[in-house]
């Protein structure tokens, strides 16, 4: 036999079957209607069915096993992850497309350490998420035991709400309340600490006891009849008004009613990289994605604005510039559920604290009288100067960077969305491909666009693409990736494998930390540790049994393409060896106002330093100065 | 530097005091005086420490106003329209 047919017979016997997975119950499951004497672990299963969870991204450990014994009895697909990062990744991404909370279960220690990045990053873009930890025995805490960590402590600051349940006869109520405050007011992450104690001791679980206790937990609404009034008497005199949302209107459902609004009023809109997909791409009054990154008329219009309405928008210093000088010539009015939000970045005219249902229902309501109608009638007529203005400033843009026989990432971007579905679902990570994506992104469903974007996290798009597949198995699902992002989830191909989940993955591969490396070209001096090497993608996808394919010309996209997006088995990795050295454009630089864009790279080449310059041309010329730093 | 007292009810249990406490340290808020009362589910908590800016208190109020863990911050941090307008016009 040939040395090469041997390898592979010894390493399929080495390679275990994967198992089915376990969906079935059995007559233990769901039936508890009465109060009844269970475990710990039985009452933790029992509860999360009766919170109606049917799914869970997790990975056992030692302190959690009492719920991994019980756990092939209850009607819950549990999903056996890589690394606790990828659970609670693929629980955000579940979330994100499903408006529900994300369940993710880990261990003690370790386990627990490794889900914080997934936690904080739920956490800075409002996902309902309720994260389970086991931990040592009660006993054992503080003795620095095996796999013991204060993960309370640690999640404190990142966290929504957090407790550690002491007792067998508050884990009921603990996951009652966790997933209450998870899917509430402004949703949030959730993590509940449970003692291995608490899964072993008994108790009764009484299937009717509803009880909440949070006393320091409410979402009142802040409005008056008079500042609605108030409100309306300036949308009314606006002659430049703009309506800028976020992802504040996807959290909320109000998609249908911001468009109302908008048209009501005749608003042009603007969105923020969270509330992509919140208003339709194609309607004739959406201007498109402001900030750092986004497009050069959107920003200009907030920066022309007499009037900006902000409606469910935290405002992020990557979305406003210099907050001393944003939207300076507008009366801001604000409408958001946290209080804590109004007048945090921006100062406003008018914080409308409430739902924004609520508020725009309220609104639209008002406009009904014949008074409104004759005020809106007279502000009107100068709206349609606005909107040519507003086309006047879309004249000013980057140019394509299409060039024949080089594969550019921005083309690479375009055809993927070209190809897709209106259903289709994108992720992305974190660097220069998510700008060009959020530039380009042409599907007009919420929860189409799932991006993390407050703490900007590298590695969340594709465990966020496999939670989101799992939601919607039906649906195309692609996450656009960088090589530096990827490389940090990759192990999470084989939890897609295993479950058969078809997410397709496009790296735009340029060898480099693309970010990075543009920032240093044009903001500091010299590149330095941003090449990045990358294995062979399509050997890789093989060996895990996925799909891989490489595309290195413009002419071998449309074919790769529609393959990959037909397959419906298994993960799909195209590695496309894209341009190495593209810069993301318009680009606002940081600390500056966003009107002072760079739209094309001639403008950043004037800002630029002279020092700057002449690095980038010849990096021999870097000298320190006299005091040993450099220019 | 203005100094300002911030009073409020916390569930400890829940590592409440941790909570308020972190989010002062973050701030780069230290507090001068601390008294904390109650053991039971409601511990009453008073800081003093220096906080020049009004603004920045404000935010810093309600921030933890919103806190789970936190019930009955004082001095209350919702404004109504009329009082934020002085603030922003003083």
């Known amino acids: ?631 | 530097m203005s100094e300002r007292t911030l009073t409020c009810k916390l569930q400890n249990q829940l590592g409440g005091l941790d909570k308020l406490l972190g989010a002062l340290t973050h701030r780069g808020f230290l507090p001068k005086h601390m008294h904390c009362e109650g053991q039971g589910d409601l511990m009453s908590v008073r800081i003093i420490f220096d906080c020049e800016d009004d603004h920045t208190f404000y935010k810093l109020l309600k921030y933890v106003d919103k806190q789970i863990m936190v019930v009955d911050v004082q001095p209350r941090p919702n404004f109504s329209v009329s009082e934020a307008l002085a603030i922003m016009n003083s």
Not at chain 1, 218 to 233: G, I, K, M, Q, R
Not at chain 1, 253 to 282: C, D, H, T, Y
Not at chain 1, 432 to 453: D, K, V, Y
Not at chain 1, 464 to 484: E, S, T
């Open chain 1, 1 to 631: 036999m040939a040395i090469n047919q041997q390898k592979q017979m010894a390493s399929a016997s080495l390679r275990p079957a994967i198992k089915p997975v376990d969906t079935a119950g059995s007559a233990l499951a769901s039936t508890v209607r009465q109060p009844q004497e269970l475990t710990g672990a039985q009452i933790f299963l029992q509860a999360l069915v009766d919170e109606g969870v049917e799914t869970i991204f997790g990975l056992p450990g030692g302190v959690i096993l009492p719920i991994y014994e019980y756990l092939p009895d209850y009607p819950l697909e549990h999903i056996l992850v890589r690394h606790e990062q990828g659970a609670v990744h693929m629980a955000e991404g579940y979330a994100k497309a499903t408006g529900r909370a994300g369940v993710s279960l880990v261990t003690s220690g370790p386990g627990a350490t490794n889900a914080v990045t997934g936690i904080a990053d739920a956490f800075y873009d409002s996902v309902p998420l309720v994260v389970f930890t086991g931990n040592v025995a009660s006993n054992l805490l503080g003795n620095d035991a095996f796999q013991e960590a204060d993960i309370a402590g640690m999640t404190r600051c990142c966290t929504k709400h957090n407790l550690v349940v002491r007792r067998i006869d508050q884990l009921a109520q603990a996951i009652r309340e966790a997933f209450h405050i998870a899917t509430t007011g402004r949703p949030g992450p959730v993590l509940v600490d449970i003692p291995k104690d608490v899964l072993t001791a008994m108790a009764t679980y009484d299937p009717s006891e509803r009880q909440i206790y949070l006393p320091g937990y409410a979402n009142p609404e802040h409005f008056t009849d008079e500042e609605l009034d108030t409100t309306l008497e300036i949308l009314q005199s606006a002659k430049q008004p703009v309506l800028l949302m976020g992802g504040g209107v996807i959290t909320a459902n109000a998609s249908e009613k911001v468009v109302a609004f908008a048209e009501r009023f005749k608003i042009p809109v603007a969105s923020s990289l969270m509330g992509l997909g919140g208003f339709p791409n194609q309607h004739p009054q959406y201007l498109g994605f402001c900030g750092m990154h986004g497009h050069y008329w959107a920003n200009i219009a907030i920066a022309n604005a007499d009037v900006l309405l902000i409606v469910g928008n935290r405002l992020g210093e990557r979305q406003t510039g210099a907050t001393s000088r944003f939207a300076k010539n507008a009366k801001i009015i604000h409408i958001d559920l946290d209080p804590s939000t109004l007048e945090k970045n921006v100062d406003t005219f008018l914080p409308l604290q409430g739902d924004i249902n609520n508020i725009l229902s309220a609104l639209l309501d008002k406009t009904e009288s014949s008074e409104a109608q004759a005020g809106f009638a007279k502000s009107m007529a100068t709206r349609n100067n606005w909107y040519q203005a507003i086309e006047g400033y879309k004249q000013r843009k980057p140019a394509k960077n299409h060039q024949e026989n080089l594969l550019t990432p921005e083309l690479v971007i375009e055809q993927l969305f070209s190809h897709m579905p209106a259903d289709a679902i994108v992720t992305t990570e974190v660097g220069q491909h998510q700008m060009w994506a959020a530039q380009r992104f042409n599907l007009s469903q919420p929860r189409s666009w799932l991006t993390s974007g407050g703490l900007g996290t590298m590695g969340f798009g594709f465990p966020a693409a496999i939670g989101a597949q799992k939601a919607f198995p039906d649906r195309l699902v692609v996450d656009i990736a960088g090589d530096g992002s990827f490389q940090m989830t990759l192990q999470e191909i084989a939890t897609a494998v295993d479950y058969k989940l078809p997410v397709k993955v496009a790296i735009i591969n340029n060898g480099h930390l693309g970010m990075i490396r543009q920032w240093q070209g044009k903001i500091y001096t010299r590149e330095s540790q941003a090449v990045m090497t990358s294995p062979d993608y399509v050997k890789l996808a093989e060996a895990y049994g996925a799909k891989g394919f490489v595309v290195n010309h413009p002419s071998e996209l449309d074919a790769v393409i529609k393959e990959a997006y037909a397959i419906t088995d298994r993960p799909v990795l195209i590695d496309f060896r894209v341009q190495e050295k593209a810069d993301v454009y318009p680009w606002v630089p940081a600390g500056g106002a966003n009107e002072q864009q760079w739209v094309t790279s001639d403008d950043a080449t004037a800002s630029q330093s002279p020092q700057s310059k002449a690095n980038a041309t010849n990096p021999q010329t870097i000298k320190p100065n006299k005091d040993g730093g450099f220019a």
